[in-house]
């Protein structure tokens, strides 16, 4: 909604750029049909999105029923693929947290290189994208939380107020799980939550709930199809939702991971990163204001965490009302 209010980057003509050849999109009954992969490895190899995210979502289920089996030998079986599975996530969040560590030097150049070719007037549509941004941000909490609490008796305002420190934090840090510590004591201290709703929840959330990340990799998507020239049909749009919904569960809440799981969202939108064309460029021209967006998306995704959590206590009986009044 706030990208075609907006229509960041529209306009937007990237000089010296390669030409950009979009993929063809398939027919929606097509991708909804291939969502389920017949070759779960091809679609890995082959940069298959949607197909390999929901492998690993069936995959993940089977696992989680496999250790809580009462078979002894499946238990084992299911806590192997586990610590395999979770050793190799932790691998692969060291070699992200590594390229990240970096990244700023490349963003400094490709900046340059875009600001020194393009001129100043660049930066313009990088402000429409910020402010789109962080306005959708604003409407998820307001419309999208405050009807949520509102439906289960709850105040904004006064919740805005408990959860005002992990916000700040998450803001600051630009990690949902740095700031995990703190949106627990919160839970706790300033909402009377149990700890045996909180604990559970909380670091759930932490993995799996990126409503900000969602929103950022629309935006941002739909500003490097307007910034090439590319009209999106709704259908196209519908895509960039669906992926971006399923690549945020599996975005590391580590800083600057969702601009990684852009180039997913690109992917499966017929907009692939190759060097040279104009969708590397605007690519890159995200990544110059990432941090920026990152601060915004993480404070929106803790708090959504917050909500979540504290709606199940109060349906669970294990929130403390006192607290509240």
Same mark, same amino acid.
């Given at each position: 909604?706030?990208?075609?209010?907006f229509?960041?980057?529209?306009?937007?003509?990237?000089?010296?750029? *390669?030409?950009?050849?979009?993929?063809?999109?398939?027919?929606?009954?097509?991708v909804?049909?291939?969502?389920v992969?017949?070759n779960?490895?091809?679609?890995?190899?082959?940069?298959?999105?949607?197909?390999?995210?929901?492998?690993?979502?069936?995959?993940?289920?089977?696992? /989680?029923?496999?250790?809580h089996?009462k078979?002894?030998?499946?238990?084992? /079986?299911?806590?192997?693929?586990?610590?395999?599975?979770?050793?190799?996530a932790?691998?692969?969040?060291?070699?992200?947290?590594?390229?990240?560590?970096?990244?700023?030097?490349?963003?400094?150049?490709?900046?340059?290189?875009?600001v020194?070719t393009q001129?100043?007037?660049?930066?313009?549509?990088l *402000?429409?994208?910020?402010?789109?941004?962080?306005?959708?941000?604003?409407l998820?909490?307001?419309?999208?939380?405050g009807?949520?609490?509102y439906?289960?008796?709850?105040?904004?305002?006064?919740?805005?107020k408990?959860?005002k420190?992990?916000m700040?934090?998450?803001?600051?840090?630009r990690?949902? /799980?740095?700031?995990?510590?703190?949106?627990?004591?919160v839970a706790?201290?300033e909402?009377?939550?149990?700890?045996?709703?909180?604990?559970?929840?909380?670091?759930l959330?932490?993995?799996?709930?990126?409503?900000?990340?969602?929103?950022?990799?629309?935006?941002?998507?739909?500003?490097?199809?307007?910034?090439?020239?590319?009209?999106?049909?709704i259908?196209?749009?519908?895509?960039?939702?669906?992926?971006?919904?399923?690549?945020?569960?599996?975005?590391?809440?580590?800083?600057?991971?969702?601009?990684?799981?852009?180039?997913?969202?690109?992917?499966?939108?017929?907009?692939?990163?190759?060097?040279?064309?104009?969708?590397?460029?605007?690519?890159?021209?995200i990544?110059?204001?990432?941090?920026?967006?990152?601060?915004?998306?993480?404070?929106?995704?803790?708090t959504?965490?917050?909500?979540?959590?504290t709606?199940?206590?109060?349906?669970?009986?294990?929130?403390?009302e /006192?607290k509240?009044?």
């Open positions: 909604l706030m990208a075609n209010i229509k960041p980057g529209l306009g937007l003509e990237l000089a010296g750029a *390669g030409e950009v050849t979009p993929k063809t999109p398939p027919p929606p009954t097509e909804l049909l291939n969502i992969p017949t779960p490895f091809a679609a890995l190899v082959n940069g298959q999105v949607l197909p390999t995210i929901f492998f690993a979502i069936i995959l993940g289920i089977a696992i /989680s029923y496999l250790m089996s078979n002894e030998r499946l238990r084992k /079986s299911g806590t192997t693929l586990f610590e395999f599975f979770d050793g190799f932790e691998a692969m969040y060291k070699i992200v947290r590594g390229v990240l560590e970096y990244a700023p030097y490349g963003v400094f150049a490709l900046i340059a290189v875009v020194g001129g100043p007037g660049v930066l313009g549509p *402000g429409v994208v910020v402010l789109a941004v962080y306005l959708g941000l604003l998820q909490i307001l419309i999208v939380y009807s949520a609490l439906i289960f008796k709850f105040n904004l305002i006064t919740f805005l408990k959860a420190d992990a700040v934090t998450a803001f600051v840090t990690s949902s /799980s740095g700031t995990l510590p703190v949106t627990m004591r706790e201290e909402m009377g939550i149990d700890k045996g709703v909180y604990a559970f929840t909380l670091p959330g932490a993995t799996i709930n990126m409503d900000g990340t969602a929103l950022y990799q629309g935006v941002c998507a739909m500003f490097i199809a307007f910034a090439i020239g590319q009209s999106l049909p259908t196209q749009q519908l895509m960039i939702v669906l992926t971006a919904v399923l690549a945020s569960i599996g975005t590391a809440g580590v800083p600057g991971a969702g601009l990684i799981m852009l180039a997913m969202v690109l992917e499966a939108i017929g907009l692939p990163l190759e060097p040279g064309t104009a969708v590397a460029i605007a690519y890159g021209m990544a110059g204001i990432d941090a920026i967006l990152d601060m915004g998306r993480t404070m929106v995704n803790v959504g965490d917050l909500v979540g959590t709606i199940v206590a109060k349906t669970e009986g294990a929130l403390d /006192s509240w009044k």
